[in-house]
């Protein structure tokens, strides 16, 4: 080795040594990636799942974007990754990526959208046609457990929402049909106690099924159409209605009880009655009869 | 000394394309050059048939009601290959319309629509019942993760032009696709639901 060369040999052997630690370093230090998942035309492609394979010990972390398009893997080993992408409608995108140590590395990712057959193209098969020659949107096509589930809910829901509906007519009848006992001059206490307690039954059964209706699951995307817009309009009718009515009985069978006339606003029990009554029975012809 | 080590990503296949920042998948070019393959291919292909109009309607019985569900939203096409017609016709299940969207949303529930969105038909049909003017048809109608089959379905066909118009009503019952026959009022709907077809299907070439 002469003297020019052995002037390098030093330096070369420092700066190898150097990066030889930082690598090593670089193997069990930790380090973060995020960044944004888009489509080529630039919108934000949520619910694709991002992968990175960490290809030295085979380690692997998976993450979701959000509604923006972000996604953010924190806390992984530095060194070369796989980082893969997917997202219904796009082609799967792979890539390596170096993960050096230090702070997380965001990274901006594009989408290529699967190409769609159009409806009235010809089909791409000489013998018979598939479902990609009809250009449905993966998203059409795609089953969706979760909806299904909220779909089941909401149906079972409704249904008792429905049930208990039809038994609240029956104690509501009953009341309106004591009510002629219990409001006239000649009244007896019983005749006022029974339609107090049938009003009781009435009221606890309706905010039961009301209860029901209100907390079943929305459906996103779910226009109301038809007799349905009439049968939510009227609960606006009687669910006023039905928490009035007591009230207002209350104050009655107070005045009767103390050998009162009903007067003051007491007085509007009755019209106020009828009148959630017939918007509750209405209510349910609307979902029960076609017109 | 560490800290001045660039921390930085590098994205390799990045970096092969000679950019940094936004990754564009290195396939993307062959994915936009395989569009225009189905298209030569299909120059030489047999005859094909597409679905340009169809009025697909569920009929569902009630003790109060009588309900129809309408959907115009079919897409199908049908390739004839060695004197046999493969056709596949595809419905979204939340495309029919009943009027109401409280019933639609409990026809979808019911029939499983969310977990099985799509109603499949397939049929293979002899390229000679082309001029006829009934044709009996097998189907399969894959249906809220069912599969039924249906044999010697009749349909009228009307030609005009390079257009032909069938019509016609499948005989289908809940318990073909095992659906719990939905409720209202705690009363269950009857079991048949006939599908009527009215379908105008275009050669293609």
Redesign the interface.
Known sequence: MNAKASKFVLPATLAYLLVSAVLLRAQTSTSGLSGTVTSLSGAAVSAASVTAKNLNTGQSASTQTDGAGHFSLPQLTTGEYELSVTAPGFSNLIIKTMLVEGVGGTIDLALTPVPQSLPNAPSSSKTEPSLSDLGFTPEQMQSNAKEQALLDKRTHMLKIHQKLGLITAAPLIATVATSIGAGGKHTSNTDRTVHMVLGSVTSDLYFTSAYFAIRAPRIKGTETRGPIRVHKALAWIHGPGMILTPILGALAYQQKNNGEKVHGIAAAHGPVAIVTAGAFGAALLSVSMKF | ???S??????????LAQGSY?????L??TA??S??A???S??A???T?W???QSTLTYHVSHP????DGVSHTA?????C?AGQC???I?V?VKSF???????D??M???T???????V?VRTRLPESTANDVTIHADLEIQFAGQTAHYQQVAFQLTKQGNDSKISGTIPATLADFKIDPP????LPVKNEIPIKVEMTWHQ??
């Open positions: 000394m560490s800290k080590v660039p921390l930085v990503i590098l994205l390799l296949a990045t920042g936004r990754v564009r998948p396939r993307s994915k936009t395989g569009v393959a189905p298209a291919q299909a030489s292909a047999n094909q597409v679905l340009q109060l009601h009588q309900t897409r199908g096409k049908g390739i290959h493969e056709f596949l595809v979204p319309d009943s009027g109401d969207s409280n019933r949303l409990h979808v529930q019911v499983r629509g969310a977990e099985f969105p799509m499949t409720t209202l009022l705690t293609a070439q």
